[in-house]
């Protein structure tokens, strides 16, 4: 059998105060507790959710250093539609969450938004027009405005 990877499980999020986060995250991606995790010392300081939608599991744990060095990353994107990205304007809105606006990313469409430590968290909205665009036949990179479409506004 050959070696494979079949997706992914999950992706860890290092938190300052897990009390304080876990209500920001279950109530942004109104996220399911899966599983608590507590350490030798009895306090739990881990905790996995199910993503709805998604085979895909978010868990935070809490390490303030990690948090803290973290702090301005933008380490993962969740995946979306184009209307999508304005219906979680609407969401955060409502939430009073602080973003910034859709931009025009490398391949498609973007939102951004930080966590309560910092933490940049995307949302990206594919789009192959855009990709062909601004990807070369190397597969670089290369801004700039991409023909036939208006800038973001």
Do not use: C
């Amino acid at each position: 059998m050959k070696a494979a990877v079949s997706g992914v499980h999950h992706f860890k999020i290092w938190v300052r105060d897990l009390a304080r986060s876990r209500p920001w995250y279950e109530q942004v991606f109104d996220l399911r507790l899966r599983t608590s995790f507590e350490d030798d010392d009895g306090v739990i300081r881990g905790m996995a959710f199910d993503v709805p939608g998604t085979d895909l599991q978010l868990a935070l744990r809490e390490n303030p250093g990690l948090a803290e060095a973290l702090s301005g990353a933008d380490p993962f994107a969740f995946q979306t539609t184009r209307e999508g990205l304005d219906a979680w304007i609407a969401h955060l809105d409502a939430l009073g969450v602080s973003h910034g606006p859709v931009i025009k990313a490398s391949a498609g469409h973007a939102l951004g938004f930080a966590d309560p430590d910092g933490i940049e968290i995307r949302l990206y909205a594919p789009d192959e027009t855009i990709h062909a665009a601004q990807v070369g036949p190397d597969g670089t990179y290369r801004p700039g405005p991409v023909p036939g479409q208006r800038p973001e506004a």
